[in-house]
């Protein structure tokens, strides 16, 4: 594709469930990040994959959070037992290679956990 | 740990006015520092520079990077409405994630 997209764009959800988020990156791109961005603030490094392998997974605020990459494509970033704090824009970049290079990004999904 | 600091958190300018935003990093095995402008949801790609007191230019844009002094400053020079965002510096270090600063909010006034 032109960029990278996710969705959905918005979720609203209730405290306790469990949501998924998506994204797929430009075509070609071997690596893949996911950030999260709380309200004012700037944007938090949350995992990274290069290729369907994540080397670091300690941004990942809790174990309710895992995430997940396929085909060297589309990723799902799961939240289990979702928590107020967990309101926040979720953002996913892609690079051509790993380390270094400039980071597209998506337009974002936006969850807010009521 | 990795940190980076951009001053000020927020600004407001007329148009026409020329602004100074600033970043200093504290960063393990730099890489390169980048800039970022945020208007709505997705940051978009500005500036990447990996070399001490080489700048690099887009139109009204500007950056420059100082490795011994580990800042990096964006300059934007006759500023219009369409300016006004928050602007992202990060660094990206070996580990290929990019740790961001708070961001700097711009605010221009016709």
């Known amino acids: 594709g032109a960029g990278v997209s996710q969705s959905p764009s918005n979720k609203v959800t209730e405290k306790g469930k469990d949501v998924e988020l998506r994204c797929d990156p430009i075509s070609g791109h071997t690596a893949l990040y996911w950030y999260r961005q709380r309200l004012g603030q700037g944007l938090e490094f949350l995992i990274y994959?290069?290729?369907?392998?994540?080397?670091?997974k300690s941004g990942l605020p809790s174990d309710r959070f895992s995430a997940e990459r396929t085909g060297e494509s589309v990723s799902t970033l799961t939240i289990q037992r979702t928590q107020q704090e967990d309101s926040a824009v979720y953002l996913c970049a892609s690079s051509l290679v790993w380390r270094g290079n400039e980071q597209f990004f998506g337009p974002g999904t936006r969850l807010t956990v009521l | 740990e990795d940190k980076v600091v951009q001053s000020p958190l927020s600004l407001v300018v007329h148009e026409g006015d020329t602004v100074t935003l600033n970043c200093s990093y504290e960063?393990?095995?730099?890489?390169?520092l980048l800039w970022y402008k945020q208007e709505k949801k997705a940051p978009t790609f500005l500036f990447m520079l990996?070399?001490?007191?080489i700048e690099k230019k887009s139109g009204r844009l500007s950056s420059i990077l100082d490795k011994k002094e580990l800042f990096s400053i964006l300059n934007i020079t006759a500023t219009q409405t369409g300016d006004s965002a928050i602007y992202l510096c990060?660094?990206?270090?070996?580990?290929?994630?990019?740790?961001f600063g708070q961001g700097t909010t711009l605010q221009v006034k016709p």
């Open positions: 990060a660094d990206s270090s070996n580990t290929g994630k990019l740790i």
């Open positions: 960063v393990t095995n730099f890489r390169s």
């Open positions: 994959f290069q290729g369907n392998s994540a080397p670091d």
């Open positions: 990996t070399s001490s007191g």
